[in-house]
């Protein structure tokens, strides 16, 4: 069992930067490829960044490839995403989770994920 706890949204200017925070619960975190999306009011939730369980793999949504990166430190728990240069339509709840170890989806498929966090509110300004 996992539990994941986001931090670090809130409201900033277009061009700014804010940082997100997932810090997880449960010895075995350091097992676990993670992974980011958001979900837009009204949209369905979608795919930003994944990392494999020893930090040297990772993945991008196009919208987001350049701006954000995905990092993590498995003797603190926490897995972060940086975000960078951010604009208008970055404005979304953000979700971090944790694949299933067992999992057959591809890592943008959020089937995938087994343990979810309560999300953090994002909203960039125009």
């Known amino acids: 069992q996992v539990q994941l706890v986001e931090s670090g949204g809130g409201l900033v200017q277009a061009g700014g930067s804010l940082r997100l925070s997932c810090a997880a619960s449960g010895r075995t975190f350091s097992s676990y490829p993670m992974g980011w999306f958001r979900q837009a009011p009204g949209q369905e939730r979608a795919f930003v960044a994944f990392?494999?369980?020893?930090?040297?793999?990772?993945y991008y949504a196009d919208s987001v490839k350049g701006r954000f990166t995905i990092s993590r430190d498995n003797a603190k728990n926490t897995v972060y995403l940086q975000m960078n240069s951010q604009r208008p339509e970055d404005t979304a709840v953000y979700y971090c989770a944790a694949r299933s170890l067992i999992s057959s989806k591809l890592y943008y498929d959020s089937d995938g994920y087994a343990y979810w966090g309560q999300g953090t509110q994002v909203t960039v300004s125009s």
């Open positions: 990392i494999n369980w020893r930090g040297d793999s990772t």
